[in-house]
């Protein structure tokens, strides 16, 4: 059973660096932790963005160690959001990419799906890097409404730390 998972693993591993590396890109590097300011403007942001549209979400920051920074349960949240909005939080800051990336590949079917095995990866939608200089300082993730909703509204913290 240890050797059936640590395959699974491994497989899915190489899938993840063959999907990397058929992008051209290696990942960023990791940068300095997001400050406490920086993730209470990204988190007005989000919060703005999901208020204005009525989206009952919950929002997760992260340091570029995966270590919870912020949290937020905006009213009428489900509470099961909050493990959700977290795992796609980790995923984007372990993966240094955006969870959309994984949902695409996952979508695309075929070899892809093994990704479905790769330990610790939302493959939802809404878990998106916070990058500066080029350098990931955290994550952002967020769960409540679609998937597409929930990215629209991490991208709006996102942009709201420019």
Excluded at 34 to 42: C, M, R
Excluded at 49 to 77: C, F, H, T, Y
Excluded at 90 to 98: E, K, L, M, W
């Amino acid at each position: 059973m240890r050797m059936a998972r640590f395959l699974s693993m491994v497989v899915a591993t190489l899938v993840l660096f063959a999907a990397a590396s058929a992008s051209a890109q290696a990942p960023p590097a990791y940068g300095t932790a997001i400050t406490l300011d920086q993730a209470k403007k990204a988190m007005a942001g989000a919060e703005a963005e999901a208020k204005k549209n009525g989206w009952p979400v919950v929002i997760v920051i992260l340091d570029s160690g995966g270590n919870l920074v912020m949290l937020q349960r905006l009213d009428n949240a489900q509470w099961g959001s909050i493990e959700v909005a977290k795992d796609k939080a980790r995923s984007a800051v372990a993966f240094r990419r955006a969870t959309k990336v994984f949902q695409d590949l996952i979508t695309q079917g075929g070899g892809n799906l093994r990704l479905l095995n790769l330990s610790g990866a939302s493959l939802l939608e809404g878990g998106i890097p916070i990058m500066a200089d080029g350098k990931v300082i955290g994550g952002i993730g967020v769960s409540g409404v679609t998937s597409q909703q929930d990215a629209q509204i991490g991208q709006a913290g996102i942009d709201a730390l420019k």
